[in-house]
DNA sequence: GACCTGCTGCGGGCTG
């Protein structure tokens, strides 16, 4: 077919737009608009509340964008910022600040960016001659909301719309919660009923949950966009690996293995598994997602390792949170613009929506944790035309043998993995969760207000924060609560000048002075890693490193030479050896759907043909284990001198569980998707079960004095006792479900 | 059994 240079543009949607805005189109060659723009141009012209989903790199930006800046060409022209766009990584606002620049200066409508990267200077000029677009993060428009409180108003009255990128990322996070409120006060000090909020989001499972977000306690009148996610279709496997590959390895006493060999084999990366990354993975594009930091240094080393091996250049290189700026800039350029093959082994730090262009498969480790997030990895490869996505499931069991433990007989990394993907075909992720009391987050907004209106009446607060904003499941008593609490001895957070305003405390003052207030999530103190003069990343300060060690970081081996605890640097000098890093972390949160789906996955007869000849040896097995053990109707397994419970239930009301045993004295420990419970009879369980049915479930307190870290939130640590178990029963677990989970448990034991 | 994110204002000293 002969190409042709006439556009093919609906007109509705593109006529619509300013002429500026057309030229500009025009002069990008734009063959199209893309649908999701096609739908959300006139919704937005519309104006009121708008979520636009699609898929990365859809021309979400755009969508939003190209409306917006129409509306105000169309405008009057006056003072102050006229679209704040607010996003939550400073990478993300240089790429947009790049993709937008040349459109808004088609359009004359100056663009400011503004993070902590940003030099005073540019800040302070965009402050004082307020105009056009202003590129954001959440921390920055919290520092001038507490910093500039009277000029709120002269900046952002004339605002046509608020966008805030990855809408996604924010919902159910304290973050999230921070930035509805501050949004909520601009919206106050200006005396705007609304000002316009547009979302841009992944599809998510629900998108009634992501209006509510966006809106809260309006979200049924936010008009939601959804980009027709048709992709090129997709191409999936999951392969299984035993830990220890038995053929090789049992009888080969006499043979010295090499000692980088062994110690790679003790990290856990089978020998078979990483011949077939190498094989899969050399020479194309791909992303591998490890996991964890310390897989990922694990297997960046391991690979790279392969290439000097086969005498081949390094195109294996590790992504993560812990590197440093420059590191991880040089992989996203290197994936980005560079024609040479490579492979970013990474954690979640390549999920959001940094421009590295499309990969041509996606691989990762073991299951991985929810449904969504598979869904943003499959999104990074099949983004050309007729390339699908690639993706690859690499599950790693132990071999079978002798008095092995039931649960490893279940193979149930592999029937996770089975478990998501069945989800992921029947079009279902993961909800958002439904929004809990974020007492650490409100008390952080308490502070910002006082600091932005220079002291506040009680009753003001609360109108503000709880009763218009974002913190409605907060009621005045709680809220008073809160007040008291702020104000003890203890914290001295705040006082009440004689005028009964509250007023900034002795305590108070140091938190609020420190440059690290505005950012809402909690952080720990970490060293600097150092190799001559370029810092490589950080390291967690409570993770014990001395001078002489040997380290592997940045994909690389490294021998520490000195530990300065004062300037926390760890300087590092290269080598041979090396252990890996070792990172703390939160665990995670499993949902009840995919436990669901996995006794689902046991019990049934499917074969699926995306798995390997290994995986379904093992998924047999487990089914075999599965049916000898009777599990598909009972919950209770006698185990060693114990019990072990196998719910097939999510994190949260696991733990639940987990504690309630506790409450009862039983010797508990929570492995797995398992309850295990040590020297105690079976049956004192089942009856223990039964009583918990008919509604005699230990307290909430009872349950408290067993939760080995409550304080999680940034500032957790100032609530009182009574305030932290509100926040835990209702946000970290599902004290409501207790009675009916051992219900079913009960029920059925007894059948 | 985990991952990720962010940061003001001011004053002093120096350079062109």
Same mark, same amino acid.
């Given at each position: 077919m002969?190409?042709?240079?006439?556009?093919?543009?609906?007109?509705?949607?593109?006529?619509?737009?300013g002429?500026?805005?057309?030229?500009?189109?025009w002069?990008?060659?734009?063959q199209?608009?893309?649908?999701?723009?096609?739908?959300?141009?006139?919704?937005?012209?519309a104006g009121?509340?708008?979520?636009?989903?699609?898929?990365?790199?859809?021309?979400?930006?755009?969508?939003?964008?190209?409306?917006?800046?129409?509306r105000?060409?169309?405008?009057d022209?006056?003072d102050?910022f006229?679209?704040l766009?607010?996003?939550p990584?400073?990478?993300?606002i240089n790429?947009?600040?790049?993709?937008l620049?040349?459109?808004?200066?088609?359009?004359?409508?100056?663009?400011h960016?503004?993070h902590?990267?940003?030099s005073a200077?540019?800040?302070?000029?965009?402050?004082?001659?307020?105009?056009?677009?202003?590129?954001?993060?959440?921390?920055?428009?919290?520092?001038?909301l507490?910093?500039?409180?009277k000029?709120i108003?002269?900046?952002?009255?004339?605002?046509?719309?608020?966008?805030?990128?990855?809408?996604?990322?924010?919902?159910?996070?304290?973050?999230g919660?921070?930035?509805?409120?501050?949004?909520n006060?601009?919206?106050?000090?200006?005396g705007?009923?609304?000002?316009?909020r547009?979302?841009?989001s992944?599809t998510l499972?629900?998108?009634?949950?992501?209006a509510d977000?966006?809106r809260?306690?309006?979200?049924?009148?936010?008009?939601?966009?959804e980009?027709?996610?048709e992709?090129?279709?997709?191409?999936?496997q999951?392969?299984?690996y035993?830990?220890?590959?038995s053929?090789?390895?049992?009888d080969?006493?006499?043979?010295e293995t090499?000692?980088?060999?062994?110690?790679?084999?003790?990290?856990?990366i089978?020998?078979?598994?990483?011949?077939?990354?190498?094989?899969?993975?050399?020479?194309?594009?791909?992303?591998?997602?490890g996991?964890?930091?310390?897989?990922?240094?694990?297997?960046?080393d391991?690979?790279?390792?392969?290439?000097?091996?086969?005498?081949?250049?390094?195109?294996?290189?590790?992504?993560?949170?812990s590197? #440093?700026? *420059?590191e991880? !800039?040089?992989?996203?350029?290197?994936?980005?613009?560079? @024609?040479r +093959? $490579?492979?970013?082994?990474?954690?979640?730090?390549l999920?959001?929506g940094?421009?590295?262009g499309?990969v041509?498969?996606?691989?990762?480790?073991?299951?991985?944790?929810?449904?969504?997030?598979?869904?943003?990895?499959?999104?990074?490869s099949?983004?050309?035309?007729?390339s699908?996505?690639?993706?690859?499931?690499?599950?790693?069991?132990?071999?079978p043998?002798?008095?092995?433990?039931?649960?490893e007989?279940?193979?149930?990394?592999?029937?996770? #993995?089975? *478990?998501?993907i !069945?989800?992921?075909?029947d079009?279902?992720c993961?909800? @958002?969760? +439904? $929004?809990g009391?974020?007492?650490?987050?409100?008390?952080?907004?308490?502070?910002?207000?006082?600091?932005?209106?220079?002291?506040?009446?009680?009753?003001?607060?609360?109108?503000?924060l709880?009763?218009?904003?974002p913190?409605?499941a907060?009621?005045?008593?709680?809220?008073?609560?809160?007040?008291?609490?702020?104000?003890s001895?203890?914290?001295?957070?705040?006082?009440?000048?004689?005028e009964?305003?509250?007023?900034?405390?002795?305590?108070?003052?140091?938190?609020?002075e420190?440059?690290?207030?505005?950012p809402?999530?909690?952080?720990?103190r970490?060293?600097?890693?150092?190799?001559?003069?370029?810092t490589l990343?950080?390291?967690?300060?409570?993770?014990?490193?001395?001078?002489?060690?040997?380290?592997?970081f940045?994909?690389?081996?490294?021998?520490?030479?000195e530990v300065?605890?004062?300037?926390?640097v760890?300087t590092?000098?290269?080598?041979?050896?090396?252990?890996?890093?070792?990172f703390s972390?939160?665990?995670?949160?499993?949902?009840?759907?995919?436990?669901?789906?996995?006794?689902?996955?046991?019990?049934?007869?499917?074969?699926?043909?995306?798995?390997d000849?290994?995986?379904?040896?093992?998924?047999?097995s487990?089914?075999?284990?599965?049916?000898e053990?009777?599990?598909?109707s009972?919950f209770i397994?006698?185990?060693?001198?114990?019990?072990?419970v196998?719910?097939?239930i999510g994190?949260r009301?696991l733990?639940?569980l987990?504690?309630a045993?506790l409450?009862?004295?039983f010797?508990?420990?929570?492995?797995?998707?398992?309850?295990?419970?040590?020297?105690?009879?079976?049956?004192?369980?089942?009856q223990?079960?039964?009583?918990?049915?008919?509604?005699?479930?230990?307290?909430?307190?009872?349950?408290?004095?067993?939760?080995?870290?409550?304080?999680?939130?940034?500032?957790?640590?100032?609530l009182?006792?009574?305030?932290?178990?509100?926040?835990?029963?209702k946000?970290?677990l599902?004290y409501?479900?207790?009675?009916?989970?051992?219900a079913?448990?009960?029920?059925v034991?007894r059948?």
């Amino acid at each position: 077919m002969a190409t042709t240079r006439t556009m093919n543009l609906q007109p509705s949607a593109f006529e619509r737009l300013g002429q500026p805005i057309r030229r500009w189109i025009w002069t990008q060659k734009w063959q199209r608009l893309r649908d999701v723009q096609e739908k959300a141009i006139p919704a937005v012209l519309a104006g009121g509340d708008v979520v636009v989903s699609a898929r990365t790199a859809a021309g979400k930006t755009e969508a939003a964008i190209l409306p917006l800046l129409t509306r105000v060409l169309g405008g009057d022209g006056r003072d102050g910022f006229r679209i704040l766009y607010v996003s939550p990584l400073k990478a993300l606002i240089n790429d947009q600040y790049r993709r937008l620049e040349p459109l808004c200066e088609a359009c004359d409508i100056p663009l400011h960016k503004w993070h902590g990267d940003v030099s005073a200077d540019a800040k302070s000029r965009a402050r004082k001659n307020p105009s056009g677009v202003v590129l954001i993060t959440p921390e920055s428009l919290e520092a001038l909301l507490v910093r500039r409180g009277k000029e709120i108003r002269f900046l952002f009255s004339s605002l046509e719309a608020v966008v805030i990128d990855e809408l996604h990322a924010f919902i159910g996070t304290e973050r999230g919660m921070q930035l509805q409120s501050i949004l909520n006060r601009i919206e106050i000090e200006c005396g705007r009923e609304r000002i316009d909020r547009i979302g841009l989001s992944a599809t998510l499972g629900d998108m009634g949950l992501a209006a509510d977000a966006l809106r809260p306690g309006g979200g049924a009148k936010v008009a939601v966009i959804e980009g027709n996610d048709e992709g090129n279709g997709l191409r999936l496997q999951i392969r299984g690996y035993y830990d220890k590959d038995s053929t090789t390895k049992a009888d080969d006493g006499d043979v010295e293995t090499p000692p980088e060999e062994e110690a790679a084999e003790r990290h856990g990366i089978p020998e078979r598994l990483a011949d077939d990354l190498f094989r899969f993975l050399r020479g194309h594009r791909n992303l591998l997602f490890g996991g964890s930091r310390e897989r990922v240094e694990l297997y960046a080393d391991r690979l790279r390792l392969m290439c000097e091996e086969n005498r081949v250049p390094n195109e294996f290189f590790p992504h993560h949170g812990s590197l #440093s700026k *420059a590191e991880r !800039e040089d992989v996203e350029i290197r994936l980005r613009d560079d @024609p040479r +093959p $490579t492979t970013a082994v990474a954690t979640t730090t390549l999920e959001l929506g940094i421009d590295i262009g499309d990969v041509e498969s996606v691989a990762q480790i073991g299951p991985g944790f929810s449904v969504s997030s598979l869904r943003q990895r499959l999104g990074r490869s099949g983004r050309r035309a007729g390339s699908p996505a690639v993706m690859r499931m690499f599950v790693i069991e132990r071999n079978p043998g002798r008095g092995q433990h039931p649960l490893e007989r279940l193979n149930l990394g592999l029937v996770q #993995s089975i *478990a998501m993907i !069945e989800c992921l075909k029947d079009g279902w992720c993961e909800p @958002p969760e +439904p $929004t809990g009391v974020h007492l650490s987050t409100l008390l952080h907004q308490l502070l910002a207000l006082i600091l932005q209106k220079g002291g506040i009446s009680p009753q003001a607060a609360w109108k503000i924060l709880c009763d218009r904003g974002p913190f409605k499941a907060v009621d005045r008593a709680t809220f008073a609560d809160l007040l008291r609490c702020m104000a003890s001895t203890d914290n001295k957070l705040i006082e009440q000048s004689p005028e009964g305003l509250l007023m900034i405390g002795e305590f108070g003052e140091r938190i609020t002075e420190a440059h690290d207030f505005y950012p809402v999530f909690f952080t720990e103190r970490e060293y600097r890693i150092m190799h001559d003069a370029r810092t490589l990343g950080t390291y967690p300060l409570d993770s014990a490193i001395k001078s002489g060690e040997t380290l592997i970081f940045a994909g690389r081996r490294w021998q520490v030479l000195e530990v300065d605890d004062t300037t926390r640097v760890i300087t590092v000098k290269p080598t041979r050896g090396g252990k890996p890093p070792r990172f703390s972390g939160n665990g995670g949160g499993l949902h009840d759907r995919i436990a669901e789906k996995m006794k689902r996955v046991l019990e049934g007869k499917e074969q699926y043909a995306y798995i390997d000849r290994v995986a379904a040896e093992m998924l047999s097995s487990a089914r075999h284990c599965f049916e000898e053990r009777g599990l598909a109707s009972r919950f209770i397994l006698p185990h060693a001198d114990g019990a072990l419970v196998l719910p097939w239930i999510g994190t949260r009301k696991l733990t639940t569980l987990a504690l309630a045993f506790l409450a009862r004295d039983f010797r508990t420990a929570q492995y797995q998707h398992s309850i295990e419970l040590q020297d105690c009879d079976p049956e004192g369980v089942e009856q223990c079960l039964a009583r918990w049915a008919e509604g005699n479930v230990p307290t909430i307190d009872a349950l408290m004095t067993g939760v080995a870290r409550p304080n999680v939130a940034r500032f957790d640590n100032h609530l009182s006792w009574d305030l932290m178990t509100m926040v835990t029963i209702k946000e970290r677990l599902d004290y409501e479900s207790l009675q009916g989970v051992a219900a079913g448990l009960a029920s059925v034991g007894r059948s």
